[in-house]
Structure formats: structure tokens, C-alpha cells
């Protein structure tokens, strides 16, 4: 099993930054393609940016590409993402997930099967 724990999250205003960090424990993430996806009240959970085991390859989608960044730390058992320029539109729960076999850059919801319980970014106007 993988427990994943996500921090960083708070208030903001729009045009400022987070740092998102998704932390693992109860067995390394080092091979698991992760990602990071988000729940705006009164909408189906998207993903927002998904990282290959090494690094290599990311996925962003549209409305966030150029503002953030997903990255990790296979060493610390960890998963970032930075989130530049924010917009209220970006104020959701942000959540971290791992597909815990190893391959590709799964990109949609149901091919991870460990999520964490999430972190609350909103952005202020």
C-alpha cells in the first residue's frame, strides 16, 4: 500500500504562487508514473498534470500549461507541483495519485489507484 499525503495548499491572490508537495510513505514511489488533479466545487475531479517514474515525460493540461510545473524527488519519495500565475479558476482541492505499474504517462483518473485526501488551494480575486 501507498500513502500519499498532500501539503502546500492556502489562500492566495490571483497572480501568485504555491508549491504543492505530495509526500509518500509505506512503499517507494520511485517507479510509479504520478499525477496531480483537481476538484472545483460542483465539478468532476480533472487531471492537472501527470510525470513519468524518472521524470522524462509530463502531461499538462490546457489551462495550466506555462504556469505550472510537476515535478519530483524520487530520493525523498516526494511529487511537486508549482503553480505560477494563479487565477481564481484554479481554486479547487488539489489532489496527488499514483499508478503503481510503472509505464507510460497515464493521463485520466481511473488509472491511478492511490490518491491522497487532498489539499485546498483557493485563490482570492
Known amino acids: 500500500q501507498v500513502q500519499l499525503v498532500e501539503s502546500g495548499g492556502g489562500l492566495v491572490q490571483a497572480g501568485g504562487s504555491l508549491r504543492l508537495s505530495c509526500a509518500a510513505s509505506?512503499?517507494?514511489?520511485?517507479?510509479?508514473?504520478m499525477g496531480w488533479f483537481r476538484q472545483a466545487p460542483g465539478k468532476e475531479r480533472e487531471t492537472v498534470a501527470a510525470?513519468?517514474?524518472?521524470?522524462?515525460?509530463?502531461y499538462y493540461t490546457d489551462s495550466v500549461k506555462g504556469r505550472f510545473t510537476i515535478s519530483r524527488d524520487n530520493a525523498k519519495n516526494t511529487v511537486y507541483l508549482q503553480m505560477n500565475s494563479l487565477k481564481p479558476e484554479d481554486t479547487a482541492v488539489y489532489y496527488c495519485?499514483?499508478?503503481?505499474?510503472?509505464?507510460?504517462?497515464?493521463?485520466?483518473?481511473?488509472?491511478?489507484?492511490?490518491w491522497g485526501q487532498g489539499t485546498q488551494v483557493t485563490v482570492s480575486s
Open positions: 495519485a499514483a499508478h503503481p505499474y510503472g509505464l507510460g504517462l497515464p493521463v485520466t483518473l481511473d488509472e491511478y489507484d492511490y
Open positions: 509505506g512503499r517507494t514511489i520511485s517507479s510509479y508514473p
Open positions: 510525470i513519468t517514474w524518472s521524470g522524462g515525460n509530463t
